[in-house]
């Protein structure tokens, strides 16, 4: 218990744990619906940091397989247990805008944050160019598996229509497919786009049931902001005069994944780009090939079906995050003004998606 406060003390997201009692507060005081959303989303970050920190620690003391399994089950927890809240909610289009803003911010935002601040500190910085081209091209079958459902559907039905829904289908159990070969390799390759493992110098220190409390109380923690979260969206979307889309492809991502943004930063900082830009890689794998599929058969379980067919905006995006992000980690270099281009890109991207109706 010790070795949990002292880490609780030193995590730049423990003093956020405040939010979890204001948003129990705000509920009880029927607080408005803007406040009860800003509290229930600062509560998720440190939540999700916890959740990220448990599973690494918990990856380290097993083999190399269960390792990789932990990091694919819980690497996204909270973005996927806010996206099922969403789900039941009947948010669908939230969900997919989500999905694809996640893949967008990994690969523009948090990578060229990274980069950034590795490169105003360490100057150019390498990292292995032949595991940037894997990923690469990971990135691109992902890519090419959301896009099929979502062009041939039109041309298939209408939405809704039980061959579009069996499209989807095939292409989810596809895409986990390709994923569990990816968790095969992953266990027993060391330089898999999805096996990545912090050092234990990064690693909190927790003993393995120490990692499971922490594991489970974060879990329910998420499991019951992420409801409170999805039930003020609606007023939120009404007070700000935000769109449904917007709220899904920019703020939902940056809530669930904020503290993994934060450690691929910290990596670059101390210099382990390596390690950092695979963070941001195999964070946008699992959200392509594992998320998003398992979304459309959880969808299907709880009444709301989800279909793998996002708009030409989202698609637009996702491909010029993936290309982008491929050319400029393609020669294993980074320098701090290729960051900033990233994150150049997402801000354009951001503007356009703020403006669209």
């Not at 089950?73 to 939230?94: D, K, P, Y």
Request: net charge neutral; glycine share 8%; with cysteine.
């Amino acid at each position: 218990m010790k070795r949990i406060v002292e880490f609780m003390a030193g995590n730049p997201w423990s003093f956020l744990l405040a939010a979890l009692p204001l948003t129990a507060a705000a509920q009880l005081l029927h607080w408005s619906p803007l406040a009860c959303f800003i509290l229930a989303a600062l509560g998720i970050i440190p939540l999700a940091a916890y959740i990220g920190g448990a599973t690494e620690d918990l990856a380290a003391y097993t083999n190399p397989r269960l390792g990789a399994l932990l990091n694919a089950t819980f690497g996204n927890a909270a973005e996927l247990i806010i996206t099922i809240a969403a789900v039941r909610a009947g948010l669908t289009e939230l969900v997919k805008a989500s999905i694809s803003g996640s893949i967008i911010g990994n690969l523009l935002f948090v990578l060229g944050a990274s980069m950034l601040a590795g490169g105003l500190r360490h100057g150019m910085q390498t990292f292995n160019k032949r595991r940037a081209s894997r990923n690469a091209i990971l990135l691109v079958l992902a890519v090419v598996a959301l896009i099929i459902p979502s062009a041939w559907s039109q041309a298939i039905g209408a939405q809704g229509d039980p061959k579009v829904e069996a499209l989807s289908l095939g292409v989810a159990i596809i895409m986990l497919l390709l994923y569990a070969l990816g968790l095969m390799e992953a266990s027993n390759v060391k330089e898999s786009p999805l096996g990545h493992q912090l050092a234990k110098s990064d690693l909190p220190g927790w003993t393995p049931a120490q990692a499971v409390l922490i594991l489970v109380c974060s879990t329910l923690g998420v499991l019951w902001l992420s409801e409170t979260l999805v039930n003020q969206i609606q007023a939120v979307m009404a007070s700000w005069n935000v769109s449904e889309f917007f709220l899904g492809i920019i703020l939902v991502p940056i809530i669930g994944n904020v503290a993994e943004h934060l450690v691929s930063v910290q990596l670059a900082l101390k210099n382990k780009m390596e390690l950092s830009v695979e963070v941001a890689t195999s964070s946008s794998l699992q959200i392509a090939l594992f998320v998003a599929p398992l979304l459309v058969f959880i969808s299907l379980l709880l009444g709301h079906p989800l279909q793998l067919t996002f708009n030409r905006f989202e698609l637009l995006a996702v491909l010029t995050a993936v290309v982008v992000s491929a050319l400029v980690s393609s020669d294993g270099e980074s320098t701090w003004l290729e960051g900033a281009g990233l994150l150049a890109v997402y801000l354009i991207l951001g503007l356009g998606f703020f403006l669209l109706p």
